[in-house]
């Protein structure tokens, strides 16, 4: 995947307004102005502060929606953000945009647009027109009323966020732009409201993780406090097959495996604690390993609700000799839940970091140039209640390594591996010599 940078120059580009659609209640096409930060690896409070103007127009169909209708909401960009100085391909840069809902009924909804840009752009070209949408239930009737927010270009290496024209901290406190619509919902056929009056969770992904252990809390749904548990969907203890790759050797690794999360059915906002487990961690090659060089490491793709990556770390093995079975671990990671909704948990990745060598372990035919993500998935649901501050505070975990949330981003060139059937390891940022193999 390429690297890119959309930071190099948001440019501001206006056009004419975009026809609306019959049965589409929308506000008229408006010129806006949405300040802008580029964030690496989605973490930090970002950098190269830059300006996207454009012609927007939000709407939702259909126009005057009865309580209980699925209600589709577009928001259309005439031109575009204008691409940084490197080329991309179609689809590299998928759009996410929150938009809250006010007046007879609150909370927000998450529209997307997941194959942007529609075809290969060249560095410094405009990306072209924007269409993402998403869905809410109507539940209360009265004149609803529809802001964005807020808009992420979220490539995988790096993140641009958007809101109201100025400078700030666009991901973590996002302020509502000028782009609004309202539309009056009308009673259900009972002639009377659903009980609740939140908007339903997005059907499509929502804004990335956060990389922060505070709570980087997007507004949301308002619901009762009595809100009902969801019981959470864990993986394992069960046996998983993988392929794991130590230099130019493939061999399969069998291993019980457990992933889980904590708390399970927390309010928004929440610190959760990832852990995931496996009782062996395959053969050792030919050379011994001295204590404190081998660590294990996976990566844990989020899903649904929520989208993003989570770095799980272990502790560093003992000595472990040629020829030996390498022990199990407990691995261990937090992430922000910013977002209400049903969150899946896939261990994409497992990797074991040598100073010399790595091995690692995915579903891929060869896991290092075709990785693949495990079987070993999870789910829980994050309640559309506020955490309460003992699920903000969470449990803390050492900071090592990179940590935090990190997006995927594939192997360069060649990982060199332990021969054997041994445990896959990405090549850390350092020296690294090549050992000789018998």
Same mark, same amino acid.
């Given at each position: ?16 307004? #975009? ?126 009323? #529809? ?249 803390? #975990? ?41």
């Amino acid at each position: 995947m390429r690297r890119i940078a959309l930071a190099a120059a948001i440019l501001a580009v206006a056009g004419t307004g #975009l026809a609306v659609v019959t049965g589409t209640a929308a506000a008229a096409p408006v010129d806006a102005s949405l300040g802008c930060r580029l964030y690496f690896s989605d973490a930090g409070t970002g950098t190269s502060p830059t300006t996207w103007a454009d012609t927007f127009t939000l709407s939702q169909s259909p126009a005057s929606p009865a309580a209980g209708q699925t209600v589709t909401v577009t928001l259309a960009a005439v031109a575009g953000v204008t691409n940084g100085p490197v080329p991309l391909n179609a689809g590299d840069v998928p759009v996410r945009v929150t938009v809250a809902l006010g007046g007879a009924q609150t909370g927000t909804v998450t529209l997307d647009q997941a194959a942007y840009p529609a075809a290969a752009k060249a560095a410094g070209v405009p990306l072209g027109p924007i269409s993402a949408t998403g869905t809410y239930t109507a539940t209360a009737a009265g004149t609803v009323t #529809l802001v964005v927010r807020q808009v992420a270009f979220a490539n995988s290496t790096a993140t641009t966020y958007c809101s109201a024209s100025g400078d700030r901290d666009h991901k973590a406190a996002p302020v509502d732009t000028p782009v609004t619509a309202s539309a009056v919902v009308t009673p259900g056929p009972s002639g009377s409201a659903s009980p609740s009056a939140s908007a339903s969770a997005s059907a499509s992904p929502s804004a990335s993780a956060s990389a922060s252990t505070s709570a980087s809390v997007s507004p949301s749904a308002s619901a009762s406090s009595t809100e009902a548990a969801t019981p959470a969907e864990t993986f394992g203890p069960a046996s998983v097959t993988m392929k794991c790759k130590t230099l130019s050797t493939i061999r399969d690794w069998t291993a019980t495996h457990t992933l889980t999360m904590s708390p399970a059915n927390p309010g928004y906002g929440a610190n959760v604690t990832v852990t995931y487990t496996f009782d062996n961690g395959g053969k050792n090659g030919p050379a011994p390993i001295a204590a404190g060089d081998l660590k294990p490491t996976a990566t844990v793709k989020l899903s649904g609700a929520q989208s993003g990556t989570v770095k799980l770390t272990g502790p560093a093995y003992g000595a472990i000799a040629a020829q030996a079975t390498v022990p199990g671990a407990t691995l261990t990671g937090q992430f922000v839940a910013s977002t209400p909704g049903v969150v899946t948990l896939t261990v994409a990745d497992i990797l074991f970091d040598h100073p010399q060598v790595d091995t690692e372990c995915n579903k891929g035919s060869d896991p290092v140039t075709s990785p693949a993500d495990t079987t070993i998935v999870a789910r829980f649901t994050v309640k559309s209640t506020p955490a309460t501050p003992s699920e903000v505070t969470g449990e803390a #975990l050492p900071k090592t390594g990179d940590g935090g949330i990190l997006p995927v981003i594939l192997l360069w060139g060649t990982a060199l591996l332990l021969t054997g059937v041994g445990a896959l390891v990405v090549l850390p940022r350092r020296a690294r010599r090549r050992i000789a193999l018998e």
